[in-house]
């Protein structure tokens, strides 16, 4: 079963983190406005790329950031925190979460992930609702974690029309190289493949690439604009 394109632009995922303002991590850098060029190999039609401009806004009212595209098809996709501090903490160190709930609508379909936490910030599970029985949504249950408190497994269970049950998540993180590695295997209805993150200094994702069999997938970003999240 191969990966439908809408779920290789999922997988490219992107965040920010860096550490200014009034002492560390008073204030981390999110993008307002980029550009993502993305290249897969070994279609049947051959090659493909395609590159979308997103512009993204924070509202600080409700602790959210909001991100959309019109390009192919239109998406937008918004992360809610439960605190500015776990806002400004997000991605530190690269690949440790603190979001509450994320959504992406894109093809009249919307997914919601919500997300629990333990008494340590671990992440614990993130469950997923879809809107229709032909959208594709992944819930997560995670541990154990790295000594960091991000997690280095999870079991992927599929919601709506992602038949996925059962599949094994693992993740590496290189904090010199500034890299994540997510590998999917195993489990009954699912597709292994592996995606590598690399962030900047900055703790924003800059690259990454995909691969799934023969299929290959390579996506850079290009910024345009950055803002700041600050705790005051």
């Avoid at 550009?35 to 395609?50: A, E, Y």
């Avoid at 910030?121 to 991000?150: E, M």
């Avoid at 599929?158 to 010199?176: F, I, Q, R």
Wanted: net charge neutral.
């Amino acid at each position: 079963m191969p990966i439908d394109k809408r779920t290789i632009i999922s997988l490219i995922i992107f965040a920010a983190l860096p550490e200014c303002g009034e002492g560390p991590n008073a204030c981390r850098i999110y993008l307002t406005n980029f550009s993502r060029t993305t290249t897969t190999t070994d279609l049947p039609q051959g090659p493909v790329m395609t590159t979308n401009s997103w512009n993204c806004t924070f509202d600080r009212s409700t602790i959210t950031t909001t991100c959309t595209t019109t390009a192919g098809p239109a998406s937008t996709s918004t992360t809610t925190w439960a605190s500015i501090d776990d806002a400004v903490a997000s991605e530190h160190p690269i690949g440790k979460f603190t979001h509450r709930t994320s959504r992406t609508t894109s093809d009249a379909c919307v997914i919601t992930n919500t997300l629990s936490y333990d008494l340590s910030g671990r992440a614990t599970s993130s469950l997923a609702t879809a809107s229709a029985t032909t959208c594709k949504g992944t819930s997560l249950v995670y541990g154990p974690w790295d000594p960091l408190g991000r997690p280095i497994l999870a079991t992927v269970f599929g919601v709506g029309a992602e038949t996925c049950m059962g599949g094994n998540m693992t993740l590496s993180y290189d904090d010199a190289l500034r890299t994540v590695t997510t590998t999917h295997s195993g489990g009954v209805g699912c597709v292994s493949w592996t995606t590598t993150a690399r962030y900047n200094a900055d703790g924003i994702v800059i690259a990454s690439t995909l691969s799934q069999g023969s299929i290959s997938a390579t996506s850079d970003l290009s910024i345009v604009s950055t803002a700041q999240i600050c705790k005051h």
